[in-house]
């Protein structure tokens, strides 16, 4: 697994990305946080071969899982980062990302955990400067009061339109998603929802 995680994986150190080192050709960088299973971001990648897209995930399990869709499908446009994406996004030139997938986030369901979620106010302050304008991010939960959080910290930003317009959109899964392993659980306290923003 190592020899294959190398193959594949972003660079470690302090050292700005270099994105067109490691896509060459490629015309858009998609960031997927916390793939999980990897189902969504292999289907994505080989949907969309001219994107390049880097995984972000901690847990060994998830890493493999995305190395063996790798090698399945033989999509030469993934990167991992088997470890927390927040040194990673740092890494990022700015004004470099065309898409954010963040998809049924470890929920922290209980009030004392809820300042461990991920989407909150300084997380979207630093991912923010890493998107392009017009760039798009993808939020999905069945937790109901993450649902209602991450709204609130997407819209207070100011810099995050949200693109719904009617309820059919965040109820309803977008046409271009692939269910997660996560989702089909359903572990949540509701229904999942759907947020898409497009960045301004
Ligand atoms: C509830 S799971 C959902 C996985 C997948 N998105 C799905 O829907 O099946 C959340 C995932 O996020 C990962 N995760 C948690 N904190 C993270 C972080 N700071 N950076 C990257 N991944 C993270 C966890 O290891 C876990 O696999």
Redesign the pocket.
């Known amino acids: 697994m190592a020899e294959k995680l190398d193959a594949c994986r972003v660079p470690g150190g302090d050292a700005p990305i270099d994105l067109q080192l490691m896509f060459p050709g490629k015309q858009a960088c998609w960031l ?6 990897a ?2 971001m292999i289907t994505q990648a080989v949907h969309n071969p001219a994107a390049g897209i880097i995984g ?4 060994l399990e ?1 890493v493999a899982k995305a190395l063996a869709g790798i090698d399945e499908t033989g999509a030469d446009n993934v990167r991992v980062w088997p ?4 040194p990673l996004i740092a890494r990022l030139p700015d004004n470099s990302l065309d898409r954010v997938f963040i ?5 922290w369901p209980k009030r004392r955990q809820h300042k461990r979620r ?1 989407v909150q106010p300084a997380f979207l302050a630093m991912l923010h400067p890493k998107m392009k304008s017009g760039s798009q991010i993808r939020f ?1 939960t069945d937790v109901k009061s993450y649902a209602d959080e991450a709204l609130l910290a997407f819209l207070s930003d100011g810099r995050f339109e949200w693109a719904a317009n009617s309820a059919d959109n965040w109820r309803r899964a977008p046409a271009d998603h692939v269910t ?4 089909t659980k359903q572990l949540g306290d509701c229904r999942p929802v759907w947020f898409d923003f497009r960045v301004r």
């Open positions: 997927e946080i916390g793939f999980g299973g189902e969504h972000c995930e901690p847990f998830g470890d927390d994406t927040r998809l049924f986030p470890d929920p991920l999905a997660t392993r996560y989702e």
